[in-house]
């Protein structure tokens, strides 16, 4: 009986020894855990948080960039920028992954809903100028940056155009890309000033463009409907998401071909490049995970799940996180509103950490945010400890660099100042909400009041195509005729409207089962605007388009006739006096001087 | 028959150009070269705002010189910790992002001090233990 109680004993205190170690490793902080504090048990050091990175988020629908610590995922801010944000790169170079080799000064952001580009002030936290695209353009995924930082590449995805715009005064260059229907997607540039890669959604295929000239240069066939498209960091590839064959195709960029043809989860939408690329990162939205492929392997590797329904992503600048930018959150949070707030969803993807592959927090989030980019958070400056005059007049130091914070070199606008844009979001239309409105899609006629009556399904609307004339009082009634929770295990989605251009701060409506979202507002300038769906309603979200026509007296209006050269100023999107901040415009179409303007 | 035979000595010839076209130049999986834009290795020489790296995780090592770029910046790859370039050693493990000019002259953009210690090098390590090497693509 002794011997066996001893023997309990013994293996007693052995369990409780090998226990000690795990139960000591976890308890202790060091700078190496510091990250891991969500994990480990609470520390006196937890207090007060600040976290290593920041994610910016171009925020779709609410206009605005989000900016939410890493790993916290806490939101700080929200800059105002317009009315449908969809990408972005920062200011600096794009060498390195999706993230870049940031300065620390800018971001520019492209406005699908306005059809322009904003360039936001990371240290002041505000919009500092708008760049006026020549219309029509129809930007949708800009945008991507030269090495050298001086030129953006955007697509125009509602009209068929590629542009190169030169960010000292916004001039650009515009290609057409034919044959129709051409739909320009994601752009990215290689990592040594040769080529623009940019899906063209409708060809299933990747158009290559030499950077400069700007020209196309080529069309690599892909699998279905490519949509992310992304220069790995060592330059050697391009990941493309071929989104309707459920494959990563991997071109070389050296022969500009495809290399090798990778499955991986359904529905691939967006890439994520580590920041030696090693692994590759995408969204499956079907399937509802991450997929890890080993670009050196060229195989999938790993899958995570996720909540569901991902669509953007981002990655953290120490590769220790991956965020899911998730589209649905139906049923998952309070409720706060008629449109629920979509979701992001914090991966841990260190290998050598005990929460490998899981989902380690999952927030809220506001609009219906797209592209996203994470810097350290040691690029922004501290102004509010008595060193803002310093850094305004001096700069400040990124080791060696120094960067300098008064502005030169920008034609025409003051130096030293940084203007507090905020573009609107929404303007010169009102807004309700009604019952459910079953009346017959179509133009009629109620007094002096064009009612026009569109219904949005997955995935498409009826009408497709809207005229009326110049200066009509416009009534739209828009209301979402889903009859169930969608296709593909959606769950009950809001449909969205926004004629893009000059009247996307004008039209943009939201509609829910069960009611409809009517917008008055006067159609004051002429043209062929496109109208798409802003808010992600599924894997054919981008089908969902059709075209608003505002016919000029005695004529029909299209992408050639139309009050163009007043609408690109751009100007209903500032106060008068702000007006001097919006550079661009069609006058400086087709002004660059190419041959002489190295993007490297 | 001559024509024949000339015709399929043509072909044979369009074909071998077109084979070697497509192999010969193909550096996809063939390890680092000089025109990729991200090198990673140990630094072995350091000299005025230029840095020599010899590759790692690679079949066979390979030696780069880069010139440090006016707007170039050095960082630690965990934090983002903003250092000087002459805060840089010789066998420090680093990756150096920036591109080649003309053939002969590498531009560093930004250089990182990376963690031997983060999960990305230990797997690049044991991964080129079992014989599968950084840049040799399969």
Known sequence: MK???????????????????????????????????????????????????????????????????????????????????????????????????????YLYVSDKGADTIAEVNLQTGWVERLFALPKPFGIHHSAAISPNGKYLFATGELTGKMLKLRLSDGATTVLDIPPAPSAPDYPDTSKDGKYVFSGNY?????????????????????????????????????SVCDKLSATISIIDVDQLRVRKVIPVGAGPLHNQFDSLGKYVYNSCFVSDSTSKTDVMRMQLVDEFPIHYRCGHNSIAPDDAYYMSQNKFSTGLFTPTGII??????????????????????????????????????????????????????????????????????????PANQHPQLEPNHTADSSRTWIPRDDGKPGVTKEGDVYVVRVKGFSYGYVPRFIHVPKGAKV????????????????????????????????????????????????????????????????????????TFFVDPPGGKASMGVGDYDEISKQETMLAPNEHQWIVGTNKLMNKLNEGSEPTI | MKIKSMGFAFVLALVSTVFLAQSAVAELGNGSTNKDCLQVGTITKLGNRELTIATKFEKASKTYTMKLHPDAYVMTGDRGVFKKFTELKANDLVAVYGWNLDGSNYVARRVVILDPNSYLIKRLESDAKAGVYYKHEK
């Open chain 1, 340 to 413: 629920f707030a979509v979701n992001f969803e914090e991966q841990d993807i260190d290998e050598t950490s005990a929460t490998y592959g899981k989902s380690v927090k999952l927030a809220p989030v506001d609009g219906e945010p797209h592209e996203g980019r994470q810097i350290f958070a040691t690029y922004i400056q501290r102004w509010n400890t008595g060193k803002g005059e310093d850094l305004f007049e001096k700069g400040y130091d990124l080791g060696d660099y120094h960067v300098n914070f008064g502005e030169k070199g920008r034609p025409g606008l």
């Open chain 1, 475 to 546: 009534r739209l009634i828009y209301t979402n005729i889903d009859k169930a929770s969608g296709l593909t295990k959606n769950p009950d989605v809001t449909m969205g409207f926004t004629a893009a251009g000059y009247y996307g701060p004008r039209t943009m409506v939201f509609a829910v089962r069960g009611m409809s979202a009517v917008n008055e507002f006067v159609a004051d300038k002429a043209g062929e605007f496109e109208y798409y769906c802003q808010q992600f309603c599924g894997p054919l979200h981008l089908e969902m388009r059709g």
């Open chain 1, 202 to 238: 409708y060809h299933s295929a990747v158009m290559v463009f030499s950077q400069d000239p700007f020209k196309l240069i080529k069309e690599i066939p892909v699998g279905k409907n490519p949509h992310g498209t992304n220069v790995s960091p060592t330059n050697r590839m391009v």
């Open chain 1, 3 to 105: 011997k066996k109680l001893f023997s309990l004993l013994t293996l007693s205190v052995a369990l409780v020894a090998l226990n000690l170690p795990a139960e000591a490793k976890k308890t202790i902080l060091t700078d190496k855990d510091a990250r891991d504090w969500q994990v480990i048990a609470p520390q006196d050091s937890d207090y007060p948080l600040r976290d290593y990175a920041i994610l910016y988020d171009a925020g779709g629908t609410d206009g605005s960039i989000g900016v939410i610590g890493i790993p916290s995922m806490k939101t700080y801010r929200h800059i105002k920028c317009g009315t449908d944000l969809h990408n972005f790169p920062f200011s600096g170079s794009n060498a390195g992954n999706n993230n870049g080799t940031p300065d620390g000064k």
